[in-house]
């Protein structure tokens, strides 16, 4: 084990923005053991703090499901892949006419972009500054990371069911919403194992010396690339179907638990 990637919600992170004392614990005595620690999230850089505030980690960050490499110490874009305007407006284009009901946002380099309708009844906290606009042409100046498309009905899979046959030759498709119809949507071929695979490449780390953690759909290439790639018991069926290692569930400090072990086992190597 030379390299941990983890997902942060929903694997190390519970709804209530708190990282457990273990896990805390369990990340730091990696790190004392000279285990390199890459977090691994759907997040935009502005939304790392948990990371940074609980685990003192400042290191790089793979962002955006991996259209983003973010060094966290230096507060600093080391990467992207971006998704050009024509794709948006054809994807856009697609969704809407397979399911008038579904509004957009889209994730950029400086910011959070949406348009009227996409929060519905429900504005999240991180949010509550973003005033809803027309998404316009002059967004991918700024450079676009993500799409984003929700629908205030049903749940992830079944939008996910219904749009990806149409839209999945022009774009990538995933989610990691547990309890809302949301898509995230990047560049084709972007996901959070590409972008790892190249940060463990430039290290000099084989996969088989990655121990991975996730708990959702974004997270199923990096489960099946990583040598040791680790579903949360208590995560999607998705992911646990693909990953080939079960971690206990997060309320049981699942992630910790692995850790603890895997370095019980080093230091009797």
């Not at 030759?169 to 084709?188: K, N, Q, Y």
Request: include cysteine; charge should be negative.
């Amino acid at each position: 084990m030379r390299l941990i990637a983890s997902d942060i919600d929903g694997t190390i992170l519970g709804h209530d923005g708190r990282i457990s004392r273990r896990t805390v614990d369990a990340f730091a005595a990696a790190a004392e053991a000279g285990v390199e620690i890459v977090f691994v999230t759907g997040r935009p850089p502005r939304w790392l703090e948990p990371i940074r505030e609980q685990l003192g980690h400042a290191g790089t960050v793979i962002c955006s499901n991996g259209a983003v490499s973010y060094d966290l110490g230096a507060e600093k874009v080391l990467g992207s892949h971006l998704l050009p305007w024509e794709t948006v407006e054809k994807v856009r284009g697609i969704v809407k006419e397979l399911d008038p009901q579904s509004y957009f946002a889209l994730e950029s380099l400086t910011g959070l972009h949406v348009e009227e309708g996409f929060f519905g009844s429900r504005t999240p906290a991180s949010s509550a500054s973003v005033v809803p606009a027309v998404l316009t042409p002059g967004i991918a100046d700024a450079g676009i990371v993500k799409m984003l498309a929700v629908r205030h009905t049903g749940n992830a899979d079944e939008f996910l069911e219904l749009v990806y046959p149409h839209i999945g030759v022009l774009i990538g498709v995933t989610h990691s919403a547990p309890d809302l119809a949301l898509l995230e949507m990047g560049a084709r071929g972007v996901n959070k194992a590409v972008t790892l695979a190249e940060y463990a490449a430039a290290r000099g780390i084989d996969a088989a010396d990655v121990v991975a953690f996730g708990d959702m759909p974004n997270d199923i290439e990096m489960l099946g690339w990583a040598g040791s790639g680790y579903a949360l018991a208590s995560g999607h069926p998705q992911a646990l179907a693909a990953a080939a290692l079960v971690a206990p569930r997060f309320e049981d400090d699942g992630v910790a638990q692995v850790i603890e072990s895997r370095l019980a086992a080093l230091r009797l190597a």
